[in-house]
């Protein structure tokens, strides 16, 4: 009888470490799975593949200094504009998933703003126009962290911790702004 009850009790404690490793496995297996389709390792890759193409092209290939602002201002108003109908969402009459689309679409567009900032960076010498870029990224960089905090919020984090963190990042984004404006003119 005792045999028994330790064959029981050691299947038991076998069944128990099979579902977790079961659920481990299922967990690591999702993660993989989004791993391959996440936005920002698309984007990291096709940095990457940028780099790679840009490194075939001559290095004597300058661009204009008026032509490179154009590019950067070009680059941030897909933010700009993100960010804007983000700002105007508490004067908005929209529903929680629509706010948090904007929320989340404009954190989105601002990640993808930085990096393309970063491409230019790479292309380009340093100096004033290394300055500017580096104040723009800060620029979308502090936008993409503030829009990301308020679709926290508005997901349901309400701690207010949560809350006065949403309310800094959103501060910094302005500063981080006006300095990025000042510095192109």
């Excluded at 038991?12 to 936005?39: H, M, N, Q, Y």
């Excluded at 349901?156 to 959103?170: M, N, W």
Aim: aromatic share 4%.
């Amino acid at each position: 009888m005792g045999e028994e009850w330790e064959e029981t009790g050691k299947s038991r404690s076998w069944r128990k470490f099979g579902c977790l490793g079961l659920v481990v496995l299922s967990v690591t297996v999702v993660a993989i799975a989004e791993r391959s389709i996440d936005p920002r390792i698309l984007a990291e890759e096709s940095l990457q593949a940028a780099s790679e193409s840009e490194a075939l092209q001559p290095e004597n290939a300058a661009v204009p200094m008026a032509q490179q602002i154009d590019e950067i201002r070009a680059v941030m108003q897909g933010c700009d504009q993100s960010w804007a109908r983000m700002a105007g969402l508490a004067d908005a009459e929209l529903g929680r998933i629509e706010a948090y689309r904007v929320a989340a679409t404009a954190e989105r567009v601002c990640d993808d703003s930085w990096m393309k900032l970063r491409m230019i960076e790479k292309r380009s010498e340093s100096g004033p126009l290394g300055e500017l870029i580096e104040l723009c990224q800060i620029k979308v960089n502090e936008r993409r962290i503030a829009a990301e905090s308020v679709a926290a919020m508005i997901d349901g984090d309400l701690r207010p911790s949560a809350v006065e963190k949403s309310r800094l990042d959103f501060a910094d984004a302005e500063r981080a702004a006006a300095a990025c404006n000042a510095a192109l003119g």
